[in-house]
């Protein structure tokens, strides 16, 4: 079993910026890649972005140069650094984790999704 816990979601006004964090816990042996992914009302769920072991990112092209992923191997952990934020950013976003547990299985996790409100 592997948990994730996210936070950092809130209300911001448009131009600002919010930091999410996710952690991962649990029969974890290794992780691969950790993303972001968002879904808002009405609309299917969709990429923000992905961040391999190695560090190698993966952006939609929409959020290009005003989010940033990142990752602590060490706390299993990968945050989200959005700013510039803007009311089409409002969704709820889920973390996402595939790695292998301690008993050899492959895994993917998603967390139970954090608010994102931009609005003024």
């Known amino acids: 079993q592997v948990q994730l816990v996210e936070s950092g979601g809130g209300l911001v006004q448009p131009g600002g910026s919010l930091r999410l964090s996710c952690v991962a816990s649990?029969?974890?042996?290794?992780?691969?890649?950790m993303g972001w992914y968002r879904q808002s009302p009405g609309k299917q769920r969709e990429l923000v972005a992905t961040?391999?072991?190695?560090?190698?990112?993966n952006y939609d092209d929409s959020m290009k140069g005003r989010f940033t992923i990142s990752r602590d191997n060490t706390k299993n952990t990968v945050y989200l650094q959005m700013n510039s934020l803007k009311p089409e950013d409002t969704a709820v976003y889920y973390c996402?984790?595939?790695?292998?547990?301690?008993?050899?299985?492959?895994?993917?996790?998603w967390g139970q999704g954090t608010q994102v409100t931009v609005s003024s």
């Open positions: 996402n984790v595939v790695g292998t547990s301690w008993d050899s299985e492959n895994f993917t996790s």
């Open positions: 961040i391999s072991h190695g560090g190698i990112t």
């Open positions: 649990g029969s974890i042996f290794s992780i691969y890649t």
